[in-house]
C-alpha cells in the first residue's frame, strides 16, 4: 500500500540555524500539506499547497516558514531560523485531490536548542 | 469555520469494557468528520470517516461512530477495549476543501 515518507525520523538543531524537512508524498497526489504538532498539544494545520503554490496557510506559517516541491517528488518545509518554540513533531499529509482523505506520514520531531 | 472539542483529554477503561470517546463539532456548512489514532511515537491513523453517507461508520480494529446532527457530536464508541487501543485518539473536522482542523486528543487508557 502506498505510503507518505518523512525525513528524518529525528532532527536537532540550534537555535537560529535553518532546517529542511523532507516529505515524500504518494505518488499520483495533488495536494500537500504539513501540520505540526508541540508535545503535548494538538495537531496543527500550517499550511497546504497545490498546483506548486500555497492554497492556504495558517497565522502558524509566518515568514520563517516556506514550501517547495522541488523536483516533483520530494515537499519540504524549510524553517529559515529556527527557535526553541519550532520544536514539535511535524507531519506531512497528501491527498488525491481537494476533498479527498489526507493520509500522514509518521513524522519528524524537531529538536531546538 | 470550523473546529472541534473534544470532551476528554484522557478515558481509562478496562481491558473487555466499551469505550467511549466524546467529541462535538462546529461548522457552518456539512462536515466531513474523522477519527485518527496516534501510537506512541507513530504517526496518524485513520480509524474511521463520516462524508454524509450513513451516519452510523464503521473503522477498522472494531471502531465505530455515529454522526448525530441535532447533537452536533460524532463520538467514537468500542465495544470491548484491548491492551492494543492505548493511544491518543483525534477527532478532526474538514470542510470542502478538506482542510483539516483537530481536536485536542483523548489519550486512552487500557488497564488489564
Known amino acids: 500500500e502506498p505510503e507518505v515518507t518523512q525525513t528524518p525520523s529525528h532532527q536537532v538543531t540550534q537555535m537560529g540555524q535553518e532546517v529542511i524537512l523532507r516529505c515524500v508524498p504518494i505518488?499520483?497526489?495533488?495536494?500537500f500539506y504539513w501540520y505540526r504538532q508541540i508535545l503535548g498539544q494538538k495537531v496543527e494545520f500550517l499550511v497546504s499547497?497545490?498546483?506548486?503554490?500555497?492554497?492556504?496557510k495558517s497565522e502558524i506559517f509566518d515568514d520563517q516558514f516556506s514550501v517547495e516541491r522541488p523536483d516533483g517528488s520530494n515537499f519540504t518545509l524549510k524553517i529559515r531560523s529556527t527557535k526553541l518554540e519550532d520544536s514539535a513533531m511535524y507531519f506531512c499529509?497528501?491527498?488525491?485531490?481537494?476533498?479527498?482523505?489526507?493520509?500522514f506520514g509518521p513524522g519528524t520531531r524537531l529538536t531546538v536548542t | 469555520a470550523q473546529s472541534v472539542t473534544q470532551l476528554d483529554s484522557h478515558v481509562s477503561v478496562s481491558e473487555g469494557t466499551p469505550v467511549l470517546l466524546r467529541c462535538n463539532y462546529s461548522?457552518?456548512?456539512?462536515?466531513?468528520l474523522f477519527w485518527y489514532v496516534q501510537h506512541p511515537n507513530k504517526g496518524l491513523q485513520l480509524l474511521l470517516k463520516?462524508?454524509?453517507?450513513?451516519?452510523l461508520v464503521k473503522g477498522i480494529n472494531g471502531f465505530e461512530a455515529e454522526f448525530k446532527k441535532s447533537e452536533t457530536s460524532f463520538h467514537l464508541t468500542k465495544p470491548s477495549a484491548h491492551m492494543s487501543d492505548a493511544a491518543e485518539y483525534f477527532c478532526?473536522?474538514?470542510?470542502?476543501?478538506?482542510?483539516?482542523?483537530f481536536g485536542a486528543g483523548t489519550r486512552l487508557t487500557v488497564k488489564p
Open positions: 461548522s457552518s456548512y456539512s462536515p466531513s
Open positions: 505518488s499520483n497526489h495533488l495536494y
Open positions: 478532526v473536522v474538514a470542510n470542502n476543501n478538506n482542510d483539516m482542523r
Open positions: 499529509a497528501s491527498s488525491a485531490n481537494r476533498g479527498y482523505e489526507q493520509y
Open positions: 463520516y462524508t454524509s453517507a450513513a451516519t
Open positions: 499547497f497545490y498546483n506548486n503554490e500555497i492554497s492556504e
